[in-house]
């Protein structure tokens, strides 16, 4: 398997009768799959002397992020990882937190930095990123990282996390399903740095016939009407409709968006709801399987930063 971690047991286990007739595809037991493995091989790491370190780093204040950086810790330390957490004011500046990254770049206890996004205004994203060690770069950002996934050197390219737990998941369900990925019809919708473009790279690397398509494309529903595997990651509420997905598809929904709800909450204010990028119940009908909003790939991308720390941390001591 390209991620590093050895093929996952228990394929079969992922999928599960849906309501609408069709499969849904359990991102929830296919992460604690993937921690449960990168658990086992920490054990094994630590054992050699080495302590797989994470370092998450939170700039202000923003209570989505704090929830993110909370669920990230909580679970490198479930992994037996050595964990450690950097809250900085909102008015940090951008060489304070320049300065930090330079530091954790030369620890020899910390083998991933992650520093949560959004920034504050006034720090430049980019060069906070690029200035993270590309041994260290465990979201995948860092342009040597996102170069080696563009030459297709997925052995040494920390991938993203979003995409590379997206991988994970068509691989599971495309096996438990019988299904082989060599030169099927794969359509990515959205083209962001983070989602889209390494989504398509990884998909390449499995010899798949990708097609990029976005919020311009002029026909999108005969584009993703093509496609075997349809992974939507384009930000917009319940944008492809059921009648897109040829039947027989398997479906990646990699959207979260929170929208209206019916009814209020017991504040007496109205309740919102989570929906993907997919129309769930409608393309249910026509998908073999379909990852749900909340519980499929959003428990995969913690998973996957896990095992790239892991990663990190074996080449690190392999040194
Ligand atoms: N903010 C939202 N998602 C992410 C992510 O995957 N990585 C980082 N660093 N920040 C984020």
């Known amino acids: 398997m390209t991620l590093g971690l050895s093929d996952q047991p228990a394929h079969a286990d992922v999928i599960r009768s849906s309501e609408h007739g069709g499969r849904i595809i359990d991102g929830k037991i296919a992460s604690l799959q993937v921690l449960e493995e990168v658990a086992e091989r920490a054990k094994a790491l630590v054992a050699r002397g080495t302590t797989p370190g994470l370092a998450v780093v939170l700039v202000g204040e923003n209570p989505a992020s704090q929830v993110y950086v909370g669920a990230k810790g909580k679970a490198a330390k479930s992994c037996g990882f050595h964990s450690v957490q950097h809250d900085l004011e909102a008015t940090t500046t951008e060489a304070e937190l320049l300065k930090l990254i330079a530091e954790l770049n030369a620890d020899p206890q910390i083998h991933g930095i992650l520093v949560q996004l959004p920034l504050p205004d006034g720090i430049d994203s980019t060069k906070v990123l690029e200035a993270v060690s590309p041994s260290k770069d465990v979201d995948g950002f860092h342009p040597v990282n996102v170069g080696l996934l563009g030459v297709g050197d997925v052995t040494r390219a920390l991938v993203p996390c979003t995409p590379a737990g997206s991988l994970v998941l068509i691989e599971k369900t495309a096996a438990a399903l019988g299904v082989k990925l060599d030169g099927m019809e794969a359509v990515v919708v959205g083209r962001s740095n ?126």
């Open 194 to 319: 983070i989602v889209g473009k390494p989504m398509v790279q990884l998909l390449l690397s499995k010899n798949m016939t990708v097609t990029i398509a976005h919020s311009r494309t002029k026909d999108l529903k005969a584009t993703v009407q093509k496609a075997d595997f349809v992974v939507a990651a384009v930000g917009r509420p319940e944008m492809i409709k059921g009648e897109w997905i040829k039947p027989g598809a398997i479906v990646i929904d990699v959207g979260i968006n929170r929208v209206p709800g019916e009814g209020l909450n017991a504040a007496g204010k109205p309740k919102t709801k989570l929906v993907g990028d997919v129309d769930y119940a409608g393309c249910a009908v026509n998908a073999a399987a379909i990852t749900p909003v909340p519980g499929g790939v959003g428990p995969m991308t913690i998973a996957m930063l896990m095992a790239n720390t892991l990663r990190a941390a074996e080449r690190a001591a392999a040194q």
